[in-house]
């Protein structure tokens, strides 16, 4: 199960209910976590050759929306192990920037030296309730 970040939820409801602007980012990107995915997205991972993936999406449905379009293939672990991951997060930037949205992964994912991760299109649904 994923949630919302408190920033995105609070420009959502002060877009929402009191008419003040919220311009959506152009792109978003999936990041990785090695723990449980928290607000402050602290636990993002930082080794090597990984860098977060531009991700596209669906349109949304009854509520929730899918993606991404295609294959998401984040790059090899080379030179040293990302160890184990847990969770993902989606950004509004390809580096900083603010997190949007986070979850735990189905299992964890250990990934060593020359491993490649992937998320299968359609893989990542996000829902709102």
């Avoid at 449980?36 to 349109?59: H, V």
């Avoid at 930037?93 to 998320?119: H, I, P, Q, R």
Wanted: with cysteine.
């Amino acid at each position: 199960m994923g949630a919302f970040s408190d920033d995105l939820e609070t420009k959502l409801l002060n877009y929402t209910l009191r008419n003040t602007g919220y311009t959506a980012p152009t792109s978003v990107w999936v990041g990785l976590c090695t723990a449980d995915p928290t607000e402050s997205a602290a636990n993002e991972c930082a080794a090597g050759t990984y860098a977060r993936k531009q991700l596209a999406f669906n349109a949304a449905s009854t509520s929730s929306i899918t993606g991404s379009t295609a294959t998401v293939t984040f790059p090899q672990a080379t030179g040293t192990s990302w160890g184990a991951l847990h969770g993902y997060a989606i950004f509004d930037a390809s580096a900083e920037g603010n997190m949007m949205y986070y979850a735990n992964l189905a299992s964890d994912v250990t990934v060593n030296v020359n491993d490649t991760v992937e998320f299968a299109a359609g893989a990542i649904v996000i829902t709102l309730d």
